[in-house]
T-cell receptor, first 113, second 113 residues
Framework: AQSVTQLDSQVPVFEEAPVELRCNYS??????LFWYVQYPNQGLQLLLK??????LVKGINGFEAEFNKSQTSFHLRKPSVHISDTAEYFC???????????FGQGTRLTINP | GAGVSQSPSNKVTEKGKDVELRCDPI?????LYWYRQRLGQGLEFLIY????????KSGLPSDRFSAERTGESVSTLTIQRTQQEDSAVYLC???????????FGSGTRLTVV
């Protein structure tokens, strides 16, 4: 069965600093990969997804992620964060041919002024 | 509608009572998913509907949980004899393209007292 590990439960950074949120997955078959953001008291919003093709995926709000098959990773990055990026970020995986998303435990990103 | 709609947004119930949560997916979305998010945790898959196929109920935690969906319309998640550990945010998502993109609702926050 596939699983998703988000290595950091909390990441504090200063405003305008770069950030990387780490995500590793385990699967013996090909996968689709997703990052979602959850702002306080809101539902989940899709940031970006990898389905196929280029391993560098660009999403909304200046975020990007790189699929690394050999390291089974899909880390999320942003070169310069804003206060408004404070939120919970979830990595998710879906096996090709399967239907359900499996989520990581989430990473709480806190931006300090 | 424009998005996935869930009702109620908040529900407080007494232990032992039954509750019914509603999800109205995006029109035309054939797939519908229910997830549970306990405080400070990731999303836990509960159940998946795809058109008129038999639902994938593999994530339902106990026989107190059930869900229904008629065709490609509204779904209801029912929790019977609620327990305090059922307190969580219940999120619904729908998808039109066999799981390559999911849209989440804002969730129902259930508190069992």
């Amino acid at each position: 069965a596939q699983s998703v590990t988000q290595l950091d439960s909390q990441v504090p950074v200063f405003e305008e600093a770069p950030v990387e949120l780490r995500c590793n997955y385990s699967s013996s078959v090909s996968v689709y990969l997703f990052w979602y953001v959850q702002y306080p008291n809101q539902g989940l919003q899709l940031l970006l997804k990898y389905l196929s093709g280029s391993t560098l995926v660009k999403g909304i709000n200046g975020f990007e992620a790189e699929f690394n098959k050999s390291q089974t990773s899909f880390h999320l990055r942003k070169p310069s964060v804003h206060i408004s990026d404070t939120a919970e970020y979830f990595c998710a995986v879906r096996l090709q041919g399967a239907q359900k998303l499996v989520f990581g435990q989430g990473t709480r990103l806190t931006i300090n002024p | 509608g424009a998005g996935v709609s869930q009702s109620p947004s908040n529900k407080v119930t007494e232990k032992g009572k039954d509750v019914e949560l509603r999800c109205d997916p995006i029109s035309g979305h054939t797939a519908l998913y229910w997830y549970r998010q306990r405080l400070g945790q990731g999303l836990e898959f509960l159940i998946y509907f795809q058109g008129n196929s038999a639902p994938d109920k593999s994530g339902l935690p106990s026989d107190r949980f059930s869900a229904e969906r008629t065709g490609e319309s509204v779904s209801t998640l029912t929790i019977q004899r609620t327990q305090q550990e059922d307190s969580a945010v219940y999120l619904c998502a729908s998808s039109s393209d066999r799981g390559k993109g999911y849209t989440f609702g804002s969730g129902t926050r259930l508190t069992v007292v």
